[in-house]
């Protein structure tokens, strides 16, 4: 049912589709994996009442940029359901071989659209990430965190917040669904759990700064691809919450084989999912202890099976977990910022702090959810890591922000230390690469106005690659 075309040139599906049941008004859609490579050939599946639409694709940069149209005759269809694929009508896309590396919004439309059209709606727009067809010599590989987005999509009526199984073949998944969570009164512009939240901003700061990058998703880093291309270090920003084993066991290796880690974001590696036996199909997360009673928390619970902290903790890969932090999900929240631990270091150049000094409070830098370390403090003063929870000792913690009793705690294990948020770094070393961690999901929203923030954050790429 495939429709092998070229940008621009019209070609109608092969069969006609009159599926039965209510028909979608408008137009949406979802690609059938969420990553492909330069040259290769992705299939779409649009649904539409329209009599024919296009597809404008636009690469997301420290800009957006057209990169191509298609068009096709529309072809209407049902919803579905969030666990069972959509099975909407498919259209067959080769990517040009000469589309850089990146994160593509495709925006569908049944009119002309003049202009730039919102990069970020909740209908109409799919979103793709083009890798590169061949090792590019880029040392910065960046990872789109698919499976996040899908947790929090609700896209034919449920998520993994209630449904332990969901389908990545439905429209959502970064943009153009519907989204479970609460607005962010600090950028109202677009949900959370989506791509112009977090990830398009440090993209955008990121690549306007120069810095040279290849992406990927965390479906592409679960099976295995990209991570052995060359790469110096691998960046995640925001909200990078769920990892397959796969993924988690592929970027240790990367780290040990000397590979360096930048986290820009918090929550991380919090849920494990694993993805479904159909490959690219679905996720599954169990999270409930067994015989839960209906309301149960499961952050505060012990016992939940994909937990990452109970079986294999975080804190071995990223020197930080959630359980040692936490979210402050509704409403303004109390203005924190890091307090600087060790201003001598190297990620502090050219900032001008000093040791003691505060950042980012103004913008309430801390939040809405953050990772922390277990740390007592030394005989100088210093706050360095128990080790108790799985953080390395030789972690080095560069700045704090201990959190307000009105925070989200998760269960952990017991503990003397403090809830804070934790930035830090595990230099490298013989046993592997170096690891940092900006350990709050809203790093990326403040890197456009806060000179510190964006100051660290080219310290960080710049020192790592």
């Known amino acids: ?159 993994l917040y209630s449904a332990s199984h969901v389908t990545l073949r439905r429209p959502g998944g970064g943009v153009g669904g519907p989204v479970k969570g609460l607005p962010d009164p600090y950028d109202a512009t677009s949900p959370r759990q989506t791509f112009a939240h977090w990830d398009a901003p440090f993209i ?15 479906l592409d880093i679960d099976e295995g691809r990209f991570l052995n291309d060359g790469y110096r270090l691998l960046v995640s920003a925001g909200h990078d919450e769920y990892w397959s084993t796969g993924a ?22 919090w849920w494990r999912v694993k993805v479904a036996p159909t490959g690219i199909s679905g996720l599954e997360c169990d999270k409930f202890p067994p015989g839960a009673p209906e309301g149960t928390d499961p952050d505060g619970s012990y016992g939940c099976p994909d937990h990452w902290w109970e079986s294999e903790p975080e804190n071995t890969l990223l020197g930080v977990s959630y359980r040692n932090g936490g979210g402050h999900w509704d409403g303004p929240r109390a203005s924190l910022g890091f307090t600087v631990a060790d201003a001598d270091h190297w990620v502090f150049s050219g900032t001008g702090l000093k040791t003691g000094d505060t950042f980012g409070r103004d913008g309430a830098l801390i ?25 390395p000792k030789d972690f080095e913690i560069l700045g ?9 705690f998760a269960a952990r294990e017991p503990t003397d230390s403090p809830r804070a948020a934790t930035l830090g770094l595990r230099a490298s070393s ?16 403040l890197l456009a106005t806060d000179p510190h923030v964006a100051t660290i954050t080219r310290n960080v790429l710049t020192r790592l690659v």
């Open 1 to 159: 049912m495939g429709c092998p075309s070229q940008p621009g040139r019209p070609v109608p599906p092969r069969r006609h589709c009159t599926p039965p049941g209510p028909r979608v008004t408008g137009i949406n859609g979802y690609p059938s994996q969420p990553s492909v490579r330069a040259g290769e050939t992705v299939r779409l599946h649009i649904a539409t009442s329209a009599p024919h639409f296009n597809i404008d694709f636009y690469r997301w940069g420290s800009k957006p940029r057209h990169a191509g149209r298609v068009g096709w005759l529309g072809c209407d269809a049902a919803p579905g359901r969030y666990d069972r694929d959509w099975h909407w009508p498919a259209y067959d896309f080769r990517v040009p071989r000469d589309w850089p590396s990146g994160v593509y919004v495709a925006v569908l439309s049944t009119d002309p659209v003049s202009g730039t059209p919102l990069m970020d709606t909740r209908e109409a727009r799919m979103l793709l990430v083009v890798t590169p067809p061949a090792p590019s010599g880029r040392k910065v590989l960046y990872k789109i965190p698919i499976f996040t987005y899908h947790a929090y999509n609700t896209a034919g009526g449920g998520s």
């Open 430 to 445: 013989a046993s592997g690469g170096a690891v940092f961690t900006a350990a709050t999901t809203d790093w990326a929203r």
């Open 248 to 269: 988690r066991r592929n970027v240790t290796a990367f780290r040990d084989g000397g590979g360096n880690i930048a986290n820009f974001g918090a929550n991380t590696c």
């Open 367 to 391: 939040g809405y959810e953050c990772d922390g370390a277990a740390y007592q403090i030394d005989k100088d003063g210093r706050p360095r890591p128990t080790g108790q929870d799985g953080t």
């Open 400 to 408: 704090l922000a201990q959190l307000p009793a009105d925070w989200h």
């Open 204 to 218: 955008s700061g990121m690549e306007g700064s120069g810095i040279e990058v290849d992406y990927c998703t965390d």
